[in-house]
């Protein structure tokens, strides 16, 4: 049984740099979620696939964020022009379409902007 | 606004003896509450969940309790173990999760001591 996988597992960029985290979920899961988690705080939402439908997106996801997931399967989420308050782990989950909706957690990639 | 508030951010129980975790709501319209374990530098792994249409949901050590009219949800530990020692986040979502995104709580650092 493999999980929701993520890569890489830790990032270090320099601002003003653009990056970008690849999330594979569970095989079976046709959702796709990104949230953000900082120092202190709970995972907050970012944005939600179901297929390859975005279908919803917080106030969080700023122009400079974009998120992908071309074929349904696995997804990117790119920051461009990163800025130092980027600096956070980044986490996806996947569900499947059964209710209720349990979300399953990948093991997070730690970006530091320098 | 918080809609979900872990007001303590910090317990500590001695080993064999209960933990109950708190977790505090606002928005009524949430209908699945989920617990979720953290481990430094790892996603959240998934422990429990309850859906609104029940008071008390058990998987083996932990039970989970839900006031609806208290807007209340806990989750008991028993016994406690070294080993469940770790940040515990409640989260809470809309229709069965259908909605898309979990709110969480801030966490909970629990400390069990041998």
């Known amino acids: 049984d493999t999980g929701v996988s993520q890569n890489p597992r830790h990032k270090i960029t320099k601002r003003g740099q653009n990056v970008t985290f690849r999330c594979d979920p569970i095989?079976?899961?046709?959702?796709l979620y990104w949230y953000r988690q900082t120092l202190g705080q709970g995972p907050e939402f970012l944005t939600y696939?179901?297929?390859?439908?975005?279908?919803?997106k917080s106030r969080l996801l700023s122009d400079r964020f974009s998120a992908e997931r071309p074929k349904g399967s696995f997804s990117t989420l790119e920051i461009q022009r990163t800025e130092q308050g980027d600096s956070a782990m980044y986490l996806c989950?996947?569900?499947?379409?059964?209710?209720?909706?349990?979300?399953?957690f990948g093991p997070g990639t730690r970006l530091t902007v320098l | 606004d918080q809609q979900v508030k872990q007001n303590s951010p910090s317990l500590s129980v001695q080993e064999g003896r209960i933990s109950i975790l708190n977790c505090d709501y606002t928005?009524?319209?949430?209908?699945?509450f989920l617990w979720y374990k953290k481990y430094p530098a790892e996603g959240p792994t998934f422990l429990i969940s309850?859906?609104?249409?029940?008071d008390k949901n058990e998987d083996g050590r932990f039970t989970v309790f839900l006031n609806k009219s208290a807007k209340h949800l806990s989750l008991h530990i028993v016994p406690s173990q070294p080993g469940d020692s770790a940040v515990y986040f409640c989260?809470?979502?809309?229709?069965?999760?259908?909605?898309?995104?979990?709110?969480f709580g801030k966490g909970t650092k629990l400390s069990v001591k041998p």
């Open positions: 989950a996947s569900s499947s379409p059964q209710w209720p909706d349990t979300q399953y």
């Open positions: 095989s079976e899961h046709n959702r």
């Open positions: 696939f179901q297929n390859e439908a975005q279908l919803e």
């Open positions: 928005n009524s319209m949430f209908d699945y």
């Open positions: 309850i859906s609104s249409i029940k």
């Open positions: 989260a809470a979502s809309l229709k069965g999760g259908s909605q898309g995104n979990l709110i």
